[in-house]
């Protein structure tokens, strides 16, 4: 069975640094390409972007670019978000998402995890 | 940046049908695809390929795109769809991915 397992809530202070993770289980980790989706509260879904955990090829949203660190740890088949400093704008649920490969093309975000929480308050 | 359009919000009466549709420049080179969202839960995926049902999705959902709007219609719509709908598809690219503005569908 597929699963990607987040970590837990977080709750950080403006200027902290975070890295959040997302376990896949039940598939070849490295084949498949791992997204990451914003959802600030009551707001809608925001792509921030994607990796392949095969050879690290890393895209990102252009409202994210700079923002994050998007990597992955194939050892434990597990990827990861990462903020360097976070500011109150970045509270928002956060999901990763595994892409699935259908008929030989890219295809949708098949499989969600379950949602990490990230809090960033003074 | 690329962008998808979609209504905020769309009202429908049990079993009767309700359409969501998605505006994007690139839907006319690229596949739609569509998530459901209920309160508090993580994002599932009904429409795939513009029209492709995932298994465990009930018939009552159906997909279509022409030109640059992607739809997405329940016929039959029941309480338990009541949730948030986002079309998602790739920018003209390939390379990158953008969800749409996201509409509330109310079964009342």
């Known amino acids: 069975e597929v699963q990607l397992v987040q970590s837990g809530a977080e709750v950080k202070k403006p200027g902290d640094s975070l890295k959040i993770s997302c376990n896949g289980s039940?598939?070849?980790?490295?084949?498949?390409?791992i997204g990451w989706v914003r959802q600030m509260p009551g707001k809608g879904l925001e792509w921030m972007g994607i990796i392949y955990p095969g050879d690290s090829d890393t895209r990102y949203s252009p409202s994210f670019q700079g923002q994050v660190t998007i990597s992955a740890d194939n050892s434990i088949s597990t990827a990861y978000l990462q903020w360097n400093s976070l500011k109150a704008s970045d509270t928002a649920m956060y999901y990763c998402a595994r892409e699935v490969v259908i008929g030989g093309s890219r295809g949708p975000f098949d499989y969600w995890g379950q949602g990490t929480l990230v809090t960033v308050s003074s | 940046s690329y962008e998808l359009t979609q209504p905020p919000s769309v009202s429908v009466s049990p079993g009767q049908t309700a359409r969501i549709t998605c505006s994007g420049d690139?839907?006319?080179?690229?596949?739609g695809y569509w998530y459901q969202q209920k309160t508090g839960q993580a994002p599932v995926l009904v429409m795939y390929?513009?029209?492709e049902r995932p298994s465990g999705i009930p018939d009552r959902f159906s997909g279509s795109s022409s030109g640059n709007t992607a739809s997405l219609t329940i016929t039959g719509a029941q309480a338990e769809d009541e949730a948030d709908y986002y079309c998602?598809?790739?920018?003209?690219?390939?390379?990158?991915?953008?969800f749409g503005t996201g509409t509330k569908v109310t079964v009342l």
């Open positions: 390929k513009d029209s």
């Open positions: 690139a839907l006319s080179k690229q596949y």
């Open positions: 039940g598939y070849s980790f490295t084949n498949n390409w």
């Open positions: 998602n598809s790739r920018d003209s690219s390939g390379n990158l991915y953008v």
